[in-house]
């Protein structure tokens, strides 16, 4: 963004002609961070062949970013798109997640109780987590009431339920966005503070049935400062 006049200018020191590089939102600056290989090799960083990747924020929130060759705007399922080089951050966000987690255990807890589960064991409990009333995608539905119940009386397989639950919404919103025409992908890229725990993980590759990783950067600032960058380089060529 270049300011053009004084204005409305903001108190920040700028003057006429200064050049202001914005950064974005958790999920895309997470799906523009996600896209690095294990060998560290940035893939969206203006080339032309792109790897076929899905990128996953599981933080507060569920952000789902896909990386495909279409464009994709569906307001019915909360579906959205942004532009990335020639390519389209197709996705949406979903308010399952952290949130609704931290409502219920410590993160003592989750850690605890996360080390005493199998996670390829399926859980027979069918929940839709959501920290308050309301959900914006796959489903976009303002009056969707949460569902946690029943509750077993095993901690850890009441979060054992949520978990399998929540990486069902994102199998779910992965399929939705197959259907409505983005590019099929083979792999997910995980970011957030979901990102850290590991049966999680495994418990979201084995519902999802494709490879799932983390991401080598998992700050959401690192892609912001990638935007911010190729911004710089471009206005430099």
Request: hydrophobic share 40%.
């Amino acid at each position: 963004m270049i300011f053009a006049s004084n204005e409305g200018k903001p108190e920040v020191g700028l003057e006429v002609g200064d050049r202001l590089y914005l950064g974005l939102d958790f999920g895309t600056s997470g799906a523009r961070f996600a896209l690095i290989d294990k060998r560290g090799t940035i893939h969206a960083q203006g080339k032309r062949e792109y790897p076929l990747y899905k990128v996953t924020s599981l933080g507060s929130t569920l952000a789902i970013k896909l990386l495909s060759t279409s464009r994709v705007d569906d307001a019915r399922y909360g579906v959205y798109s942004h532009r990335l080089d020639d390519r389209w951050l197709v996705g949406g966000a979903s308010n399952t997640g952290g949130a609704v987690l931290l409502q219920i255990f410590t993160d003592e807890q989750l850690e605890n109780l996360s080390e005493q589960m199998n996670p390829m064991k399926t859980s027979p409990l069918d929940y839709y987590p959501l920290p308050t009333v309301g959900e914006g995608f796959p489903v976009a539905d303002p009056k969707m009431v949460p569902r946690l119940h029943p509750r077993p009386e095993s901690d850890d397989e009441y979060l054992h339920g949520i978990f399998e639950s929540i990486a069902r919404i994102e199998a779910k919103a992965y399929s939705l966005l197959k259907d409505l025409g983005a590019t099929q992908v083979e792999d997910v890229f995980m970011a957030g503070g979901g990102a850290k725990n590991e049966k999680w993980m495994k418990i979201r590759e084995r519902v999802l049935g494709l490879p799932v990783s983390r991401a080598i950067q998992t700050e959401a600032a690192y892609g912001a400062a990638l935007l911010a960058l190729k911004g710089t380089q471009q206005c430099v060529q």
